[in-house]
């Protein structure tokens, strides 16, 4: 059974800064790996998907890197700021299933 | 367009009442899920239809009944249902299930059950 973990669960760091998210899988065999974003009481954004066979993909100040051997994933955020405060959930899609990690709390301070 | 619309936005209902939720898409995507989200925890599947039909179901309570009219429609029945079953319902969809396509979710409905 395919379990995903984020880690931290929560950070709050002040504005510009840059960071990362962190996502691991315990299976290997998947077909993505998508990052969502989620606000209070609102649905999931879509941020990125690399596929099983990428290594990175790049959207604006968003970078999300994959390594399926070790099973971990990395969402980048350079010069953080407010507006990127929320909630950032990894997900790995099995041959059905999309299966979500806990999710990331972000808070960027002014 | 990449939207999934989903009505109502807020659902307040009684136990004893019955009541739908409403997804649509027009991406031409072929695959289409239901999720549940509690609090301050990550989305958990409930069914998935491939091509209208129902191809997943997660052990989810009968009082939910899900439907697919056509490839752009799905609806969740409710009926009988428990308080703690009051949640955020997330619709979804997907160019087809197996693959690695974007799967773009909806803004979801909140339900209260009293």
Known sequence: KQEVTQIPAALSVPEGENLVLNCSFTDSAIYNLQWFRQDPGKGLTSLLLIQSSQREQTSGRLNASLDKSSGRSTLYIAASQPGDSATYLCAVKGAQKLVFGQGTRLTINP | ?114
């Not at chain 2, 428990?82 to 160019?95: G, M, N, T, V």
């Open chain 2, 1 to 114: 367009d990449t939207e999934v619309t989903q009505t109502p936005k807020h659902l307040v209902m009684g136990m004893t009442n019955k009541k739908s939720l409403k997804c649509e898409q027009h991406m031409g995507h072929r695959a289409m899920y239901w999720y549940k989200q509690k609090a301050k925890k990550p989305p958990e599947l409930m069914f998935v239809y491939s091509y209208e039909k129902l191809s997943i179901n997660e052990s989810v309570p009968s009082r939910f009944s899900p439907e697919c009219p056509n490839s752009s429609l799905l609806n969740l029945h409710l009926h009988a249902l428990q308080p703690e079953d009051s949640a955020l319902y997330l619709c979804a969809s997907s160019q087809d299930p197996s693959g690695g396509n974007t799967i773009y979710f909806g803004e979801g409905s909140w339900l209260t059950v009293v």
